[in-house]
């Protein structure tokens, strides 16, 4: 606990903290990561499914696969690290929060100034029409019964909004993304394996600019030798950060 009580104090301490985020915090609340002990990388091809060349080819692909993870997430509730990076947020201690993770859980934490550097399923948009925005519910919906989305305008299938490997980044989370990172004196890296960039590249501007990273991750990451901290487990991290903050 000594640690846990020395990292709440650089916490409160710091002038500018920002949280980036991986699939990790998420698989506590029953979303399998990637890389992880137990990630979907063991069982399907992933970069495939995520993949925009492939979408174009055969949206299918993505809709069979991403059924179970990405149109399901209304179930998932937020869990201790969601919830209690939202408290950090509402006791002002936490500025911003970079997530990689495309499962919209950190919202359901409480944390209002979420910048999601990989978009998100939210809407659902034709690759050719502009102005075609769908809800999550509605594609949702469909997804559920077997079928794909369409465009209400020319029938194409519609993309969810997640950045796919082979896509730009949404310009404005990057760009608010680099400038938050490099504002950050203090970085907390959680539940990443620091591997897909450029999003992975972000607590090197902190570093850059003198600042420190805290890791807490469960597995070995490039900037572990960087780190000011270390942690191994999520669960145990953010419970012990809960029992110093209570309900504050
Ligand atoms: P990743 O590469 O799967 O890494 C996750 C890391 O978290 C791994 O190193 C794990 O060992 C670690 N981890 C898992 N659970 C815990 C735990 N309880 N305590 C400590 N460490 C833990 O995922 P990244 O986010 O680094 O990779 C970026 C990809 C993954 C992004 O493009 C995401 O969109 C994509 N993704 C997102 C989700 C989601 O939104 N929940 C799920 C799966 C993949």
Known sequence: MDDINKLYTLIKEA???????????????GIRDFRGKNGLYNEMDADKIFSIEYFEKDPSFYYNNAGSFIYNLDEKEASIVHT???????????????????DLLHQKGGCKNVIEIHGSPITHYCLRCSGVNVSYEEAAAVVRKGEMPKC??????????ITFFGEALPAQALKKSVTESQKADVMLVLGTSLTVHPAAGMPQYTLRNSGKIVIVNNMPTPLDNMAFMHFDDLAT?????KSIIGNN
């Open 15 to 29: 002038k500018h903290l920002v949280a980036l985020t991986g699939a990790g915090v998420s698989t506590l609340s």
């Open 237 to 241: 991290v953010f419970e012990g950060l």
């Open 84 to 102: 209690v990076l939202g408290q950090l947020e509402r006791l002002g201690f936490l500025k911003a929060l970079i997530t990689q993770n495309i």
């Open 152 to 161: 209400p305008k020319c029938d194409r299938v519609l993309k969810p909004a």
